[in-house]
């Protein structure tokens, strides 16, 4: 690997298992991201995936192995990674505003006050929630809670954002329109994300790779899986996309039948799988690299 | 049908009149003998007059001294007010100076966990020492009674804040710790933006249940050190065997007491929050 946005090296985390022995959650995950990438991380409970998040947030250590970003290693938490917790961690004595200003002062010290109102504004406009500014989160629903969230960590322009599961408290009605709300803001920020899910669909609609966990404990990444359905996507159309019913039925053999016994490169690298392959518009190719580079172009084509 | 509040207020009014009623009548001067016995005419029949006083005569000399509750009329001669403001004016001076000392300390328990281990003996012993114990080392090392006094007030709230400041910080909740984290707040600004409001709906019930504590052994300290305030008052009209002044003065503490807990009630209300 070389010169990636996020670089992740041999991170593993071992616990003592209470027995006087060890547990290795997960070992020698590795893997890179790009900036601008939108990745999920799907596998099943146990095999670490919040962990992971945690050591990227740089809340939690990793027992071995490193995270460089843009060439610098992670140690403990930072402005440059936003994180948008499960269950939102929004401050409960403050307004919805004064959650979102609480964090554009942290990352811009020295703006004015107005300034950060009037920044802090216009995200909790991009969630749509205009309305309740002057709210104590208590007053909000869930779904309007992870937008304060979202919109908390989008309004500090991280580098990074790293989100955990983040509608996995919400029903499913709600889960779709913050979905779209997602989609939409990622598609105006271009933001580097890495999301963790139980959602098979869900990180179909969002991502441009997913990764997929082998079973906890000794979890790796073992594959990683392409999307190859273009941007911008819609919740309501996009299962028109001969791809996006390829990519399923992929995902789902995995989590059902091979999460068990699945394993990564020789190398330690996820396995680049791309079940979606010659059924998009992009013209297949026999060498990977180009059919990547290829569908990338096209997919910025289809945003500018 | 009237609502709740009216009715209770309807009720609490009818017990009142009920309670008084059976004061004053439990308290009606024996009927007049045929005469007095030798040794009642060698009393000069003070017998009579030892009786718990009836609710009339309190409220009347109730009357008499909130009418003019800031006269100064010599060392045993205060009015109420006065006096009252003493007591204030001990548990107030008491009290800051343990707000102090235990709002900080309970900070540095409650953040770390090796402060806790290495403390906590110490509290664990002084916590359940009657406050008016000290009276007698403060009398001597201070050597000033209404100094004495306020130490005493000092070392009977400080522990209820403490505590309650050390486990208020202590379970703050990690979602919000690593907000301050991932948003890179240095230590103090962490203690002030986010542990301090979360903590603080814990902090202001020690600091409520302190208070209560305060004016409570307030009443003992200045019985036993004299001089001026509510304590001792109550123990110099005991001493003048004038029961009605001894009532009142204990509905006034009464009083005093109810207002300084709504006081830190209403605190604590600003600074609740729900989840």
């Not at chain 2, 804040?161 to 990690?174: D, H, I, S, Y």
């Not at chain 2, 065997?241 to 209300?269: E, N, P, T």
Request: proline content about 6%; hydrophobic content about 45%; some cysteine.
């Amino acid at each position: 690997m070389s010169k990636s946005f996020l670089e992740v090296d041999g991170l593993s985390k071992v616990y003592p298992d209470g027995q006087g022995g060890d547990l290795t959650v997960f070992e020698d995950i590795r893997f890179a991201l790009e900036k601008g990438e939108f990745v999920c991380i799907i596998g099943h409970s146990g095999c670490g995936k919040s962990t992971i998040l945690n050591v990227l947030a740089g809340l939690d250590e990793a027992s071995a192995g490193n995270v460089v970003m843009n060439g610098k290693e992670i140690k403990g938490p930072g402005l440059e990674r936003g994180v948008v917790f499960q269950n939102y961690s929004l401050l409960p004595w403050k307004t919805t505003l004064n959650n979102i200003v609480f964090a554009v002062k942290a990352r811009w010290p020295s703006w004015s006050k107005e300034k950060v109102k009037e920044h802090s504004e216009r995200y909790l406009k991009m969630v749509g929630l205009e309305h309740a500014l002057n709210r104590k989160p208590s007053q909000l629903s869930g779904g309007m809670r992870q937008r304060v969230s979202i919109a908390r960590a989008f309004a500090t322009q991280p580098e990074l954002l790293l989100l955990d599961e983040p509608f996995g408290a919400l029903d499913a009605l709600t889960r779709g329109v913050i979905q779209d709300e997602l989609v939409k803001i990622w598609e105006e920020t271009r933001q580097t994300v890495f999301m963790i899910t139980h959602d098979v669909d869900e990180a179909i609609l969002l991502s441009d790779r997913i990764f997929l966990m082998s079973n906890g404990p000794n979890a790796r990444i073992a594959e990683s899986v392409k999307v190859d359905i273009p941007h911008p996507r819609a919740r309501a159309t996009i299962f028109q996309n001969p791809a996006y019913h390829k990519t399923r039925d992929y995902l789902v053999d995995f989590l059902v039948n091979r999460s068990g016994s699945a394993l990564p490169e020789k190398d330690g690298t996820p396995k680049i799988a791309e079940p979606a392959k010659g059924v998009t518009q992009s013209t297949p190719t026999p060498a990977e690299p180009e059919t990547q580079s290829e569908s990338d172009t096209a997919a910025r084509a289809v945003n500018a | 049908m009237a609502s709740l509040n009216v009715r209770a207020a309807l009720l609490s009014v009818s017990f009142l009149i009920l309670a008084l009623g059976l004061w004053e009548m439990a308290t009606q001067p024996p009927e007049a003998q045929t005469g007095l016995t030798e040794y009642e005419m060698l009393m000069g029949g003070a017998e009579q007059e030892s009786r718990v006083p009836p609710p009339s005569a309190v409220i009347k000399l109730a009357w008499a001294e909130l009418s003019n509750p800031f006269y100064d009329a010599g060392a045993n001669d205060k009015g109420i007010g006065i006096q009252l403001a003493y007591s204030v004016y001990r548990v107030l001076t008491g009290y800051l100076a343990a707000m102090a000392i235990a709002l900080p300390i309970g900070f540095l328990i409650g953040m770390s966990p090796l402060m806790y281990k290495a403390l906590n003996p110490y509290i664990q012993v002084l916590r359940p020492i009657s406050p008016l114990a000290w009276m007698p080392l403060a009398l001597f090392i201070i050597q000033d009674s209404d100094a004495s006094a306020i130490f005493v007030i000092f070392i009977c709230s400080i522990w209820p804040m403490l505590l309650n400041t050390a486990f208020g910080v202590a379970n703050v909740r990690q979602d919000w710790v690593n907000v301050a984290r991932t948003h890179e707040l240095s230590p103090i600004k962490t203690a002030l933006t986010v542990i301090l409001p979360a903590a603080a709906p814990t902090i202001l019930t020690g600091m409520r249940i302190s208070i209560g504590i305060a004016w409570l052994v307030i009443v003992a300290a200045e019985m036993l050190v004299g001089g001026t305030g509510i304590g001792y008052y109550v123990w110099n009209e005991w001493n003048n065997l004038d029961l009605a002044s001894v009532i009142f003065s204990i509905l006034m503490i009464g009083v005093v007491g109810m207002l300084l807990d709504l006081a830190l009630g209403k605190a604590q209300k600003l600074v609740e929050y729900k989840e």
